[in-house]
């Protein structure tokens, strides 16, 4: 299992590969390419490159994968502010479900954006039982990454005090946040128990 030590050594460890971030300064397609990057990474963690960050690869597979992330992402956003929506019709049961929609797919989305990294493959991407079965079945282990995610953020929050840091701790953060959550992946997968 990834540690936070970890997490926080591997955006470093290539230091100018955290300005890749810079390709979303360029409208759109930049953007595009910067997500598709994000899910590059996850790939490399799976198949046991987690020493260092990536290099960036070509730019438009690179879109072409971003695009597939963005569409995984808004149907996710669709159906939570459709149960969003339901809750001003529905009173407090829609309120309820509301709330829990949204914490499923908090727990279970970032497991699917790692099935969309691991095949490229929107179809495979959906697969929410197998996300569920994941997630829930390594219950206790998804959780402590979970917090572990969250205490690298908190780190690197701290550490960007001196805002001209920022620059470095926002992509450092993304970068340590799909290190953990690859992590874990690839060793739920290593032992099938979903």
């Known amino acids: 299992m990834a540690t936070i030590g970890e997490a926080l050594k591997f955006p470093f460890a ?11 300064l ?6 595009l390419a910067f997500s598709g990057y994000i899910l590059r990474i996850i790939q490399a963690i799976i198949k046991g490159n987690y020493k260092e960050v990536p290099k960036f690869g070509r730019f438009w597979p ?4 971003g695009l597939y992330s963005w569409i995984l992402g808004l149907v996710i956003g669709f159906v939570v502010s459709i149960f969003s929506i339901l809750q001003i019709f529905g009173g407090i049961a829609g309120a309820i479900a509301y709330v829990a929609v949204t914490i499923y797919a908090a727990l279970v989305g970032p497991i699917m954006v790692v099935q969309l990294a691991e ?8 697969n929410v039982v197998r996300a569920h079965k994941i ?3 390594n219950f206790s282990k998804y959780i402590i990454v979970v917090l572990q995610q969250i205490a690298v953020s908190i780190v690197l929050l701290i550490a ?7 620059i470095i701790t926002i992509p450092a953060m993304s970068y340590a946040k799909q290190y953990l959550y690859a992590g874990f992946y690839r060793d739920v997968k290593k032992k099938p128990k979903y």
Do not use: H, M, Q
């Not at 290539?14 to 979303?24: N, S």
């Open 14 to 24: 290539r230091f100018k590969r955290l300005f890749y971030w810079l390709w979303v």
């Open 26 to 31: 360029i409208p759109i397609i930049g953007l």
């Open 62 to 65: 690179n879109c072409v994968l």
């Open 119 to 126: 095949t490229e493959d929107l179809s495979k991407a959906f």
């Open 135 to 137: 997630v829930f079945n």
């Open 160 to 166: 960007s005090i001196p805002i001209i840091t920022l």
